[in-house]
Each structure stands twice: as structure tokens, then as C-alpha cells.
């Protein structure tokens, strides 16, 4: 199995960018497709974006599209996610996801802990 740890959330105004990482360990990280799904306060875990193997095929939500980046570095067993021009409403923890594929975070069989971003207007 693989274990995951997401980094780079935070406080940050409308309009502002940030990058998000996640860390992993465990099995070999080139295994496995990625994701990363985020949960708003009150409301179900959503999905975001995935990247598949080598990052040959990428996935987003219509929310995201043109907005976030999603990409992976093999070499340094690590996932990112680029979040530009944010909105309050992309407030949310951040999760990443392996062992899947797909919208649903049913479809995704490791989880990290999460990392929190707020946006401020």
C-alpha cells in the first residue's frame, strides 16, 4: 500500500495562488493513478483533478478546468496541484487519493490526512 501526506495549504486572499503537495511512500509511487479531492465545510468530498500513470492522461472537474493544474514528479514520489486566481469558494481540505480512477471518491482506495486552504475575500 501507499501512504500520503499533503503539504502547502493555508490562509490566502481571492485572486491569490498555491500550490499544493503530496508526499508519498509505501509502494512504488509510479504504480499507482493519483487524485486529489477536496471537502467543503457542510457539504460531501468532491473531486478535483487526477493524473494517470506518467501523467500521460489528466482529469478535472468543470469547476477547476483552466483554473487548476494537477501534475506529478515520479522521481520525487510526489503529487502537486497548482490552484491559481482562487475563489472563497475553493475553500476546503484538500485530499489526495491513490489506487483509483474516476469522479467519485469511492472510486480512490488510499487517502491522505488533508490539508486545509482557505480563501478570503
Known amino acids: 500500500q501507499v501512504q500520503l501526506v499533503e503539504s502547502g495549504g493555508g490562509l490566502v486572499q481571492a485572486g491569490d495562488s498555491l500550490r499544493l503537495s503530496c508526499a508519498a511512500s509505501?509502494?512504488?509511487?509510479?504504480?499507482?493513478?493519483l487524485a486529489w479531492l477536496r471537502q467543503a465545510p457542510g457539504k460531501e468530498r468532491e473531486f478535483v483533478a487526477a493524473?494517470?500513470?506518467?501523467?500521460?492522461?489528466?482529469l478535472y472537474a468543470d469547476s477547476v478546468k483552466e483554473q487548476f493544474t494537477i501534475s506529478r514528479d515520479d522521481a520525487k514520489n510526489t503529487l502537486y496541484l497548482q490552484m491559481n486566481s482562487l475563489k472563497p469558494e475553493d475553500t476546503a481540505v484538500y485530499y489526495c487519493?491513490?489506487?483509483?480512477?474516476?469522479?467519485?471518491?469511492?472510486?480512490?482506495?488510499?487517502w491522505g490526512q488533508g490539508t486545509q486552504v482557505t480563501v478570503s475575500s
Open positions: 493524473i494517470s500513470w506518467s501523467g500521460a492522461s489528466t
Open positions: 509505501g509502494r512504488t509511487f509510479s504504480d499507482y493513478r
Open positions: 487519493a491513490a489506487g483509483g480512477w474516476g469522479m467519485s471518491q469511492n472510486e480512490w482506495r488510499y
